[in-house]
């Protein structure tokens, strides 16, 4: 059914606004439709595929799981104290520092892969945005100017996915066409 209204209100006559027959006026038909559906994938392989080598490169490097010295998180998180802005998340780390840094490493890890393959999207891109969220507060707080500082925008970054979640070439897509057929054979 188009809508129709009066432009310019000069005319008493009704005039079809548009003739889209969709549930939204307006909305891309088309090749348009098809980019908007996948929209987010370049941002959802993009942070799988950072915390997924952010994770392993924290694994696989001797120095961050050390206790102390060059490269390790004790080190980091020493440095970072005074200028943190949460600085009891950084007194809380430090009471354990090889214990929070396997942390860090399996979450981005796990938020990467879980990324990746579409898996609980929206519970993994909420994770990825604790994790940024954690290390903009700690680690790159101090950043002046902030945009100097990598994980705000990797915070920014996140928060779409939280909202929208993996649509399209996911496996969250594949349970949800699993569920509407289960659905459609109990109910049709």
């Known amino acids: 059914m188009p809508l129709t209204g009066r432009p310019g209100g000069d005319s008493g006559a ?30 959802r392989l993009f942070l799988g595929i950072t915390f997924v080598y952010a ?4 694994l696989t490097d001797s120095a961050f799981l050390t206790g102390s010295g060059p490269g390790s998180l004790s080190g980091t998180l020493d440095s970072v104290h005074d200028t943190a802005a949460a600085t009891w998340m950084v007194d809380l780390a430090q009471h354990s520092p ?10 981005e890890l796990a938020v990467g892969l879980a990324t990746l393959l579409g898996l609980w999207s929206r519970l993994a891109a909420a994770g990825g945005a604790l994790i940024s969220f954690c290390l903009w507060m700690t680690v790159s707080w101090a950043s002046d100017p902030y945009y100097y500082g990598n994980d705000l925008p990797y915070l920014m970054a996140w928060l779409p996915l939280v909202m929208a979640g993996s649509p399209m070439l996911s496996v969250d897509a594949l349970l949800a066409v699993r569920r509407r057929r289960r659905g459609q054979q109990i109910f049709g």
């Open 14 to 43: 009704s005039k079809a606004v548009s003739s889209f027959q969709g549930p939204v006026a307006g909305a891309p038909v088309g090749l348009r439709a098809t980019a908007s559906r996948y929209a987010l994938l370049p941002l």
């Open 98 to 107: 090889e214990g929070f840094g396997l942390a860090i490493a399996c979450g």
């Open 55 to 58: 994770g392993i490169d924290k």
